[in-house]
């Protein structure tokens, strides 16, 4: 089965962070660790964090409410420290996954809190953000929005409007925003982190590489999957293109400024610089696919694609410090973008990194793996393609599938393609053999000929799609 992807983009951790897998540990971030605890409580507290230290969650709830409800001192004039334990106690109820619990106990302890310091105390952070993520582990993501808020106005108030130390509570707005489908809110939000971060570190600063990598390929992913509708146009893709690129741009100047034009930290933004123009040129085919007559922005050319790419592989070869399988690498991945933007130059730079594998015997598993079948290298299919409707002739619990033999040519695309069995519609078939003729492999290499490969298989399965409902998001990721 073919994997749909555009051949090595990175994994965006921080666009599909889920809160509900995340928030449990965090919730700790938050915990009290400094207060002026009695004397008498000392012990009792040290245990708790000993306890949590070991992962015995229960026994530190245990011990926690005993701290609260047999301690007289923490009542009456030593209300504020009475409502950071409550809220210690919370935030361990919500480490341990009692969750309502949890968030009874937090509310509690903010209005205990609250009746102590000013509005806009940082005495509060703590306990709201504790309280922000237990109520993302309960999916309460308007009501968690509202609370991110609220810390966030707090951190203003008390260190301004590009404080640093917000960095948490922005990229927890980013996450519920983004879950919510607000996609318009969550790239302010990623944007807002880039000025957080230029103001602490400066416009063109070394520190902000990360950020920059980050952030690029967030608005990378973003382009690649959008979306269009009445209101997403394509030039709001553009823009989504545009932010991207001109992120990994400043990131390739700050290393060129830094450590000059031939430093190998240069190689992982031109990289993805490549397969980011690249994405631009395929999504501008498609769209022109789509068009049926109606005008979109000029067509993206696949030099700027291919220059970024091989000026990674100039910069791996410059170097005396890479090895023989970081140049193999990079030769191959500019084999491979060739390929994917039909440049006949392909074959002799496959070529070039085959002969550079026969030369080294103890690479042979690596020439096998890397040439001795076809390689998908992109665009692939989705897993399932979707009808409007089931067959007739076919039953309501029988799958939708077609099985088909096909083979890959010498110079990397699908050839013949024949059906073995099917249960859906020849114009299925079809479809099926058009998206076939789309992709594109790295092909076999024997004695240094390419070679075609006959009698690979696939079996594509096909659902039938359930009619959409009107959406409320304001835009699509």
């Not at 410090?321 to 140049?327: F, G, V």
């Not at 074959?347 to 070039?352: M, P």
């Not at 690479?363 to 009808?387: C, D, M, Q, T």
């Amino acid at each position: 089965m073919f994997k749909h992807f555009l051949f090595r983009t990175p994994t965006l951790l921080l666009m599909v962070l889920i809160i509900s897998t995340s928030a449990r540990g965090d919730i700790m971030d938050y915990y009290f660790h400094s207060l002026d605890i009695p004397q008498s409580s000392m012990s009792d507290f040290k245990q708790i964090n000993q306890l949590l230290g070991n992962d015995s969650i229960d026994d530190a709830i245990t011990l926690a409410r005993q701290l609260l409800e047999e301690n007289p001192d923490f009542r009456g004039s030593r209300t504020l420290l009475h409502g950071k334990l409550m809220a210690n106690l919370g935030m361990i109820l919500g480490l341990g996954g009692y969750h309502e619990n949890s968030l009874a106990t937090l509310d509690e302890a903010l209005i205990l809190i609250e009746s102590t310091v000013r509005s806009f105390s940082p005495e509060l952070l703590n306990v709201i953000m504790a309280r922000a993520l237990t109520l993302a582990e309960l999916e309460q993501l308007e009501e968690t929005e509202q609370a991110l808020l609220r810390a966030q106005h707090i951190s203003h108030r008390q260190e301004g409007v590009y404080s640093y130390s917000q960095i948490p509570i922005v990229e927890q707005l980013f996450e519920v925003q983004f879950q919510q489908g607000n996609f318009l809110k969550a790239d302010q939000q990623q944007l807002f982190n880039l000025r957080i971060n230029e103001q602490a570190y400066g416009y063109n600063s070394e520190e902000l590489l990360p950020v920059l990598g980050k952030m690029g390929d967030y608005f990378a992913e973003r382009a690649r999957r959008f979306r269009f509708t009445q209101d997403n146009t394509i030039q709001h893709q553009e823009l989504l293109f545009s932010r991207s690129q001109n992120l990994y741009n400043r990131a390739i100047d700050i290393i060129e400024f830094q450590y000059g034009p031939n430093d190998l930290r240069l190689v992982e933004p031109l990289r993805r610089l490549a397969y980011l123009r690249f994405s631009q040129l395929y999504g501008s085919r498609m769209m022109g696919r789509m068009s049926n007559g109606m005008m979109f922005s000029q067509p993206v050319s696949s030099k700027p694609s291919k220059l970024a790419m091989e000026r990674a592989l100039n910069v791996v070869e410059g170097n005396s410090t890479t090895d023989l399988t970081d140049r193999i690498d990079a030769i191959i991945r500019l084999g491979d973008l060739y390929t994917l933007t039909s440049d006949k130059r392909a074959f002799e730079t496959y070529l070039r990194a085959w002969s550079l594998l026969q030369e080294n015997p103890e690479h042979e598993n690596l020439s096998v793996a890397l040439f001795g079948k076809p390689v998908l290298i992109g665009p692939g299919i989705p897993r399932v393609l979707y009808l409007e409707k089931r067959p007739r002739k076919v039953a309501p619990d029988e799958n939708l599938f077609i099985n088909a033999r096909y083979t890959i040519n010498a110079n990397g695309r699908v050839g013949e393609v024949k059906v073995i069995d099917k249960n859906v519609s020849t114009n299925q078939f079809h479809r099926l053999r058009s998206q076939l003729s789309a992709i594109r492999f790295r092909p076999r290499i024997v004695d240094g000929t390419f070679v075609e490969t006959e009698n690979l298989t696939i079996h594509q399965t096909f659902r039938v799609a359930r009619k959409r409902t009107s959406s409320n998001s304001s835009d699509n990721p």
